[in-house]
């Protein structure tokens, strides 16, 4: 159950693009179509922004957009607001029928 | 309004017990698998454990297997999580969270747990 890998930071000017990496391996992300996203503010709960790969919550920003391939998935957050400066995390379910998230990743908004 | 409250947390000595709390309301608690997660200070998130509608199936990560036991009361809107044999790294804030859309879409404000003597 070794934890998803992401990029421990990743930064960004307002209005630019940024892409989140998470990978995992044939037991995981490979495998499973069950691959969220989540937001967390410092101090806050996580909060889901994408479930199931590529879908959005009701009331989730279309800002933010999910892919997978192979062994890794992706977010990706279009049009950068100082309000996405977070820490995001991915999970994934496994072989094991256990759940394991990514290390988490720090975005700055510059 | 949808939510979940944790409790029980506090400060426990190494090898001692707690017992955490989550009260769901809004939502009809028993329709829903659910899902302890925790958070070491400064650190990421880690699935702990998670509980199927009628409490039939459990599953836990391997470093709480034996040690920590999830359960519900369906008639009571609960979720808990016995902790025994506490040691040092189980120090965290523990939320629980529901679990829908293949996904943890609701999450309660957590509970600290210091492990310390």
């Known amino acids: 159950q070794s934890a998803l890998t992401q990029p421990a930071s990743v930064s960004g000017s307002p209005g630019q693009s940024i892409t989140i990496s998470c990978t995992g391996t044939?037991?995981?992300?490979?495998?499973?179509?069950?691959v969220s996203w989540y937001q967390q503010h410092p101090g806050k709960a996580p909060k889901l922004m994408i479930y199931?790969?590529?879908k959005r919550p009701s009331g989730v920003s279309n800002r933010f957009s999910g892919s997978n391939s192979g062994n890794t998935a992706s977010l990706t957050i279009s049009g950068l607001q100082a309000e996405d400066e977070a820490d995001y995390y991915c999970t994934s379910y496994t072989t094991s029928s256990t759940w394991v998230f990514g290390g988490g990743t720090k975005l700055t908004v510059l | 309004e949808v939510q979940l409250v944790e409790s029980g947390g506090g400060l426990v000595q190494p090898g001692g017990s707690l017992r955490l709390s989550c009260a769901a309301s809004?939502?009809?608690?028993?329709?829903?698998?659910m899902t302890w997660v925790r958070q070491a200070p400064g650190k990421g998130l880690e699935w702990v454990a998670n509980?199927?509608?009628?409490?039939?199936?459990?599953y836990y990560v391997d470093s709480v297997k034996g040690r920590f036991t999830i359960s519900r009361d369906n008639a009571k809107n609960s979720l808990y999580l016995q902790m025994n044999s506490l040691r040092a790294e189980d120090t965290a804030v523990y939320y629980c969270?529901?679990?829908?859309?293949?996904?943890?879409?609701?999450w309660g404000q957590g509970t600290l747990v210091t492990v310390s003597s």
């Open positions: 969270a529901r679990f829908q859309l293949d996904a943890f879409d609701i």
């Open positions: 199931d790969v590529t």
């Open positions: 809004g939502f009809v608690f028993s329709r829903y698998w």
């Open positions: 509980i199927k509608q009628d409490g039939s199936q459990k």
């Open positions: 044939s037991s995981d992300v490979g495998t499973y179509a069950y």
